[in-house]
């Protein structure tokens, strides 16, 4: 049998990170085992749909390089891939199940329930349906169609006896039919429910195995139920545990925790946000942490996987992106690194290239670049306090010094080069005999007004060119 896989997001806004590891996940065990990756836009909830979600979802899982190899901008054997596009497929097999006896038609309306809802809590009971509608002479359930009576169908669940499934991960469950509830097959607008249309499209898709996650163990028995009472196989099941943002709750939009989209807009690498999120409840058999999605491709596999949830680590995640940054070739780096550089500097005013190569290995998150650079465009304020360097020895009073020394020897500088400059500058401190740190450390802030730089002194008087490292000097020396 063909090993087939789909990754089925709901168009309901960004793609999270949670789901983001599914499809992964997913895309990775097809990877391994040769099979067809598909998509399948799950949109039966039209009132929670985002306009615009589906064409997020081509986007986010492209820039992710998870390439499916069916889908509904990309075709297959087996579409409609959006179930919108497949309404007029379920409700056959729904009357299928009525004419069995697996399934019926329910006319209570939305008080009616919402009555027997008050009293079950009010007897300290969970409500669950009572097959009222079941229970309807032929007669009574004839004339409400004919009548025109909304209704829905339900699945007449077993109230006997046990239901279950073999997960992957976590083994064998099985839980008693006494507590499942008849859940609605069809609505009353004539489309089907998640929880019919997923079996119904994983059947007729062909799936050989469903990976999600498991807020969904306690829906599958009853998913098994309806394969069994239609006659199918069921599929295989890889139900994954939750992302946890803190030990109290899951990673949740709602609560400001980033998307895969807002990771790689706030500067974080495509590889390095799928080799952290491939490792966030996976194992390897070794130590290594970095993998490159081929690698992933082909030593993932679902004994590696953990049954607790995984925590995501924003500070572990920044590491994996400064790897990655460390990695990437120096023109990919200029690239990437030249808009952020251009947020807060003139452009055509600096030297970028130089810039990025000094900050290429400092980089963790390409969006802390314009805070890492901006002294570049204007002096900040600072205080002068800065000049105090235990290990270099300095202070204000050996700072003023330094600099009323230094400065004439920058205004007899004629070619302003980074050699040039370092030559001139440590010639001038071996004759003075002055030490090193005495005279660049003050320099570097004067100059910066930073106690941490891309570079040091003889870099930024560079960058900024003679004028402005001169008018510089003089301005921090007029401070001091």
Request: proline letters at 5%.
């Amino acid at each position: 049998m063909a090993f087939r896989t789909r990754f089925a997001p709901s168009p309901t806004g960004y793609l999270h990170l949670g789901g983001l590891r599914t499809a992964l996940y997913t895309y990775l065990l097809t990877r391994r085992n040769h099979g067809t990756f598909v998509l399948r836009i799950e949109d039966t909830d039209q009132e929670r749909e985002v306009p615009g979600a589906v064409e997020k979802i081509y986007a986010s899982l492209a820039a992710a390089g998870l390439n499916y190899d069916e889908g509904p901008n990309v075709g297959g054997d087996y579409g409609p891939y959006i179930q919108s596009q497949r309404k007029d497929l379920y409700l056959p097999y729904a009357q299928q199940l009525v004419e069995s006896g697996h399934a019926y038609y329910c006319f209570c309306t939305r008080e009616e329930l919402d009555e027997r809802r008050q009293k079950a809590a009010e007897r300290g009971e969970t409500f669950k349906y009572d097959k009222h509608c079941l229970h309807l002479s032929r007669e009574e359930r004839e004339a409400k169609l004919a009548a025109g009576v909304p209704y829905v169908i339900r699945f007449n669940m077993p109230t006997e006896g046990t239901a279950g499934f073999d997960d992957l991960l976590y083994g064998r469950l099985d839980v008693d039919c006494s507590t499942l509830d008849d859940i609605i097959l069809i609505k009353a607008d004539g489309l089907p429910t998640y929880n019919f249309a997923n079996v119904v499209d994983d059947h007729l898709m062909a799936i050989t195995l469903v990976t999600r996650g498991t807020e969904y163990l306690s829906s599958t028995p009853k998913y098994n139920l309806i394969y069994e009472a239609l006659g199918w196989e069921p599929p295989k099941y890889l139900h994954l545990p939750t992302v946890m943002a803190d030990a109290t709750r899951k990673l949740s939009k709602r609560y400001g925790d980033p998307s895969f989209e807002d990771l790689l807009d706030m500067g974080y690498l495509r590889d390095a946000i799928i080799n952290f999120i491939a490792l966030l409840g996976w194992s390897p058999r070794n130590e290594r942490e970095l993998y490159t999605m081929a690698e992933l491709e082909e030593i993932f596999d679902v004994e590696g996987l953990n049954k607790s949830p995984s925590l995501f680590d924003m500070q572990k995640l920044t590491w994996f992106n400064a790897e990655y940054m460390r990695k990437l070739p120096f023109e990919e780096y200029l690239r990437l690194a030249t808009p952020w550089f251009e947020k807060v500097l003139e452009p055509g005013k600096f030297d970028l290239r130089r810039l990025a190569e000094l900050t290429q290995s400092r980089t963790e998150v390409l969006n802390r670049l314009p805070e890492m650079v901006d002294f570049l465009a204007k002096l900040p304020e600072f205080d002068n306090e800065l000049y105090t360097h235990k290990k270099m020895k300095t202070n204000p009073e050996i700072a003023k010094d330094a600099l009323a020394w230094v400065l004439p020897v920058l205004e007899g500088v004629s070619e302003w080069t980074e050699s040039a400059l370092h030559d001139t500058i440590m010639a001038a401190i071996a004759e003075s005999g002055r030490k090193n740190g005495q005279v660049l450390w003050p320099l570097r802030i004067a100059i910066s007004g930073r106690a941490a730089t891309p570079g040091g002194a003889v870099e930024i008087m560079y960058l900024l060119g003679r004028e402005e490292t001169l008018a510089r000097v003089r301005h921090s020396l007029s401070r001091l």
